[in-house]
């Protein structure tokens, strides 16, 4: 396979450049050592000792049990892998060991329950890294103060590697600046590691799809810095159809920070188009189709809202910002695009004024909370930006969330049972989550308890004719609303 950017530095004994399409084979006892070269067209085995129905099957340590981890895990032992999950977290190890799955994630629970037999859970790290050809790094890298990523859980696993006799491969999953792997390499060198593979698998899933996006990817990139660590997590992946990306570990970590920008790019653009489209009286649906059915643009991420948010997004848009800082660039695009963001989020507000005038006393219902439909995380979502601003303003807040816990609500946000108790009495309510349960939702019985039917629709989901017909005062984002469709 072609391998152009590979970086064929030596990282270890046996290692170093080697002409396209050879193997090493390491011998057993001799990490590191190359026991014999052939020619192969198809990708090398060089780890890995099982064989479940022909094919190779490796024990994989997977560190972190988070949603990157668990799923990673799930996906492995789907493929027919034997895996060890390990977290610090003693409570959410017992919960996996009893079959329970701490986040929400549709069809994780089904994949870890058909592939008990070949998961374990675990505290230990020697437990986990027993036998295993491959150490899959999964942690949370989140922002800190300064806007970097924090790397402190990425280190912590690093050191706490045993020493081992064998080749194993260590592969990071967690999203984590350019130039973090060169870091890891030296780390694992200076630890007497050397004979250890290191390679960059970034993973692309989204929450609420990560499940098929894992099994089903667009791409697989792996960045190594010897072409044999690539042959192994490529062979790791065999089952998976899609295409494989590799190069050199930089540009592996720098097509993931790249592919989110690219992605927060669209939503911010199209989201200023939206406003355009407000003072002009265009419709940003319309004009999304318009512009998506161009081949050279495509659809995905044109949908015009309230901002995005999540667990990657806003953080990986700061690490990038301070990682081209830090390097003395300033990321003038990836600036607005954040900037862009924030003031989207605020919107909202204006729209509310312009139909109620103050927000003091008003109750307003908030429809969905998580950042976007089939999460249950409210990590960066724009409902609690959205939340602490009427807060502030003076506003009763309800909300209605079909799996975010009421426990995670800003104090003095109340909790409703369903979409429609918390419309019940509302001046307003603002659509925050597209979830699908509020296209089934009786607006018309609705707009008769709220006080004033009053709808802002943060994510273009109702059709705004039928809301109109419901009784409903109508606004989406970047639709502009007929002339005489305010309240006054
Ligand atoms: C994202 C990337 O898609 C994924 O590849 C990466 O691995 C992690 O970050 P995720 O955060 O789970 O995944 O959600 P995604 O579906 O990408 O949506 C992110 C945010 O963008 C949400 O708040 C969503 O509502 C918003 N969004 C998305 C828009 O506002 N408009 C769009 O057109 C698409």
New binding site residues.
């Given amino acids: 396979m072609d391998n152009p950017g590979l970086d064929a530095r030596s990282s270890g004994a046996g290692h170093g450049a080697r002409p396209e399409g050879t193997v090493l084979e390491y011998g057993p006892g001799e990490p590191g050592a190359v026991s014999g070269v052939r020619r192969r067209r198809s990708p090398a085995l060089p780890v890995g000792s099982r064989c479940r129905r022909g094919a190779r099957v490796s024990r994989i340590a997977v560190f972190g049990a988070g949603h990157v981890g668990l799923v990673t895990g799930a996906c492995f032992a789907d493929l027919g892998h034997e895996v060890a999950v390990r977290d610090v977290l003693p409570d959410r190890i017992e919960a996996l060991r009893a079959g329970e799955v701490p986040i929400f994630e549709p069809g994780l629970d089904e994949l870890l329950a058909k592939n008990r037999e070949r998961l374990t859970f675990t505290t230990d790290v020697r437990e986990a890294i027993d036998g295993a050809d491959f150490v899959y790094i999964a942690v949370g890298t989140p922002p800190t103060y300064s806007g970097d990523a924090d790397l402190s859980a990425v280190w912590t696993v690093i050191d706490e590697l045993p020493l081992l006799d064998r080749r194993v491969v260590v592969a990071l999953k967690s999203t984590v600046p350019v130039g973090t792997g060169e870091k890891v390499r030296r780390r694992l060198d200076a630890r007497g590691l050397r004979h250890v593979g290191y390679a960059s698998n970034p ?6 799809t990560a499940v098929r ?1 894992f099994l089903h990817p667009d791409r697989i990139v792996i960045g190594t810095f010897d072409a044999a660590d690539a042959d192994a997590v490529e062979e790791l992946h065999r089952g998976i159809e899609g295409p494989v990306v590799r190069c050199d570990v930089a540009s592996a970590e720098m097509i993931k920070l790249a ?2 920008a690219a ?1 927060m790019t ?2 911010s653009f ?1 989201n200023e188009i939206a406003n355009v489209c407000e003072a002009t009286g265009a419709d940003v649906v319309k004009v999304a189709e318009g512009v998506g059915l161009d081949r050279r643009l495509g659809p ?6 309230i ?7 806003p953080k990986d848009a700061s690490a990038l910002k301070q990682l081209a800082a830090n390097s003395g660039y300033h990321f003038q695009l990836l600036n607005a695009v954040i900037e862009v963001n924030e003031l989207q989020k605020r919107r909202v507000l204006g729209k509310l004024q312009r139909h109620l005038g103050t927000l003091r006393g008003k109750r307003v219902a908030l429809l969905g909370l998580a ?2 439909p089939n ?1 249950d995380d409210m990590r960066e979502a ?1 409902s609690v930006v959205l939340a602490g601003r009427l807060l502030a303003e003076g506003a009763e807040v309800t909300a209605w969330d079909p799996v975010v816990d009421g426990r995670r609500l800003l104090h003095g946000v109340e909790l409703a049972a369903s979409a429609r108790e918390a419309l019940r009495g509302a001046d307003a309510a603002v659509l925050v989550t597209e979830w699908p349960e509020l296209a089934e939702l009786d607006w018309a019985a609705a707009a008769k308890e709220m006080r004033t039917a009053l709808l802002i629709d943060g994510r273009n989901m109702l059709d705004p004719d039928a809301l109109r017909a419901a009784g409903f005062v109508y606004e989406g984002i970047g639709r502009a609303a007929p002339r005489n469709g305010g309240l006054d």
């Fill in positions: 993973e692309f899933t989204a929450e609420g996006d592919a989110n992605l669209r939503i199209i995905h991420f044109l949908r015009a809202g901002g995005y948010g999540g667990s990657c997004f950042f976007k999460t724009p």
